[in-house]
């Protein structure tokens, strides 16, 4: 999987592209982006103060001087950034006011940088949960197609095989149509990331062994994304093991499309992707990168909270790659 890693620091070089951090003294971003710099994977922008950041990189003894920084305090376009994002939101009910206020938030701030074009993706979430660095990007980069689900899709690396795993972050109980999305978004990412997607619905139940309301909402999607996308391998619903191992699925899921090869998997809701990613990650040994954020007009993307600068990196290079094919 190595060879993956490698593949996308590549791409995202070939094409390096503006992106915002706004978390900017936090020790583990400065590593990455002294080693983003280093690999010209990224033009990398920390947001926070010059003097702030400088001491910070200085204890940590990384080189980031080649970095842009944008202090809100002196940053040109504030004012600028504060009435658009008071237009945005004025329907809302916010006040002048509280835009102003909101928009001294770094994560508001880094995500107008996007919205306005004076970067091309956004990277956050070492020090902020997954709400608060997706509401701005939810509230202003806002979604691709009205009444599109924004989701989160996390790449599972192990030793001889990559999967995709979603909604591990977003939507915490979607409907049959939003698991069409999530679904149909996650094999385009699998496309993008060089798999030809295969992908599996996942329940507790396979083709029909149990039936339950949450069986049902797990067929009603399959129906939705076998209407909105005919060619798309697509198979369920079904059990994680008739997904992933031949013999089951022979016994379980004879003449499906889905013969234990799949390499997406689409779980019923966040409480089962959330734990199933972390358990193949902690238990498994598998290296998570994610989660992608699907669905955005722009790139955003989240960090875990426990992510380490490398990860950092690999998510940054994969942000690049998104703002590459610039949707
Ligand atoms: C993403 C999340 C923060 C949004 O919920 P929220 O903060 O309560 O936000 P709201 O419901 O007020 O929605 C804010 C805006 O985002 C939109 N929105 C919410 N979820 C969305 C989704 N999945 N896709 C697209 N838009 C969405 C709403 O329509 C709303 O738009 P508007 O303000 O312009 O009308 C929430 O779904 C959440 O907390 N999810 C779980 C995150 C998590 O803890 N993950 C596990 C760890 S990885």
Redesign the pocket.
Known sequence: MQKFLKQILKKAKSDPQRIVFPEGTEPRVLKAVSKILKLKIAKPILLGDEKAIAKAAKKLKVNIKNAQIVNPATFPRFKEYCDKFFKLRKH?GITPQQATQTMKDLEYLGTMMVYMDDADGLVSGSTH???DT??PA??II??HSKF?????VFLMMLDNKLLLFAD?????QPEPRDLADIAIDSANNAKRFGLKPRVAMLSFSTKGSANHPLVQKVRDAVKIIKRRKPNLPVDGEMQVDAALVPKVAKLKNRGGKIQGNANVLIFPD?GAA?IAYKLVERLGGATAVG?ILQ?LKKPVN?L?RGCSADDIVDVTAITVIEAQHNW
């Open positions: 809302k949960s997954t709400a997706v509401r939810l509230q806002k979604t599109h689900k924004v989701s989160g591990a972050a977003i939507e915490i966040l959330n989660p669905g989240d875990s």
